[in-house]
């Protein structure tokens, strides 16, 4: 019976005040000790960078996330559990909706231009295509899909009203830079190895402390925590050992 019960509870979602809601990035939520990541779309990450619609760089991944948090604008969230996230270790896919909305904030996300379809059976394609025609956010300007940015792919398609075939190198050149900057408070340095393929894992990360975190002068990404690290698929550095707190 208590199996049944539990059960049931994650079908129905439990509902977080949005006081206890951390939007960690436009498509990543956590609701009390868990991380959602949102069902059927991908957004910048927090450390990604953009080309605005002024030809200038920018921010996205921060400037994404800041504009979810306003469109939650301080109400419920209610995330129903899907299982566990097959990309993000430790992480879980969740159908969320905030509370008074009649669709689901993935959609919501999407129509918004700050995320994109990310479901292979369509999902929310038509509303990608219109945040498209009416160069929402993401799209009024240039970038390199998510998934690109987090392989480090520096021939990536350009998507967006801005990007310019003319300027693609000087555009990927700015997207992909060999000193990237750290996003506030973000001070994990992440470096994409082969080397880690061994253990399973994309890349390596250093912590201030660790003998090599000085060294490491080109990372590819940066990190809040060493959570947000290990979900992306990077392990800790095998010299270093002391730990951060998110």
Same mark, same amino acid.
């Given at each position: =019976? $208590?199996?049944?019960?539990?059960?049931?509870?994650?079908?129905? #979602?439990?509902?977080? =005040?949005?006081?206890?809601?951390?939007?960690?990035?436009?498509?990543?939520?956590?609701?009390?000790?868990?991380?959602?990541?949102?069902?059927?779309?991908?957004?910048?990450?927090?450390?990604?960078?953009?080309?605005?619609?002024?030809?200038? %760089?920018?921010?996205?991944?921060? +400037?994404?996330?800041?504009?979810?948090?306003?469109?939650?604008?301080?109400?419920?969230?209610?995330?129903?559990? %899907?299982?566990?996230?097959?990309? $993000?270790?430790?992480?879980?896919? #969740?159908?969320?909706?905030?509370?008074?909305?009649?669709? @689901?904030?993935?959609?919501?996300?999407?129509?918004?231009?700050?995320?994109?379809?990310?479901?292979?059976?369509?999902?929310?394609?038509?509303?990608?295509?219109?945040?498209?025609?009416?160069?929402?956010?993401? !799209?009024?300007?240039? $970038?390199?899909?998510?998934?690109?940015?987090?392989? !480090?792919?520096?021939?990536?398609? %350009?998507? #967006?009203?801005?990007?310019?075939?003319?300027?693609?190198?000087? =555009?990927?050149?700015?997207?992909?830079?060999?000193?990237?900057?750290?996003?506030?408070?973000?001070?994990?340095?992440?470096?994409?190895?082969?080397?880690?393929?061994?253990?399973?894992?994309?890349?390596?990360?250093?912590?201030? @402390?660790?003998?090599?975190?000085?060294? %490491? +002068?080109?990372?590819?990404? !940066?990190?809040?925590? +060493?959570?947000?690290?290990?979900?992306?698929?990077?392990?800790?550095?095998?010299?270093?050992?002391?730990?951060?707190?998110?």
């Amino acid at each position: =019976m $208590f199996a049944v019960i539990v059960v049931l509870a994650l079908l129905v #979602g439990t509902p977080a =005040m949005a006081a206890d809601v951390v939007v960690k990035d436009a498509a990543t939520l956590q609701l009390g000790g868990v991380t959602y990541r949102l069902e059927g779309i991908d957004a910048p990450e927090l450390d990604q960078r953009c080309i605005n619609e002024f030809a200038d %760089l920018s921010a996205c991944g921060l +400037e994404t996330r800041d504009a979810a948090v306003k469109l939650i604008a301080g109400r419920a969230v209610t995330c129903r559990d %899907l299982g566990p996230d097959p990309v $993000f270790n430790g992480r879980r896919i #969740g159908a969320c909706t905030i509370a008074g909305d009649s669709i @689901g904030l993935s959609q919501r996300l999407v129509q918004a231009g700050l995320a994109l379809n990310a479901d292979p059976k369509g999902g929310f394609a038509a509303d990608e295509a219109k945040a498209k025609d009416a160069r929402g956010a993401l !799209w009024k300007g240039c $970038f390199v899909a998510p998934h690109s940015f987090r392989r !480090w792919d520096k021939t990536a398609p %350009l998507f #967006g009203s801005a990007c310019r075939d003319d300027r693609k190198t000087a =555009m990927l050149a700015l997207m992909f830079p060999d000193m990237p900057p750290a996003p506030d408070g973000c001070t994990i340095k992440g470096k994409l190895a082969k080397r880690a393929r061994l253990t399973g894992n994309v890349g390596v990360y250093q912590l201030r @402390g660790c003998p090599s975190y000085a060294s %490491l +002068e080109k990372p590819n990404r !940066w990190f809040c925590s +060493e959570d947000d690290a290990r979900a992306a698929g990077f392990r800790k550095a095998y010299n270093c050992r002391i730990s951060v707190k998110p």
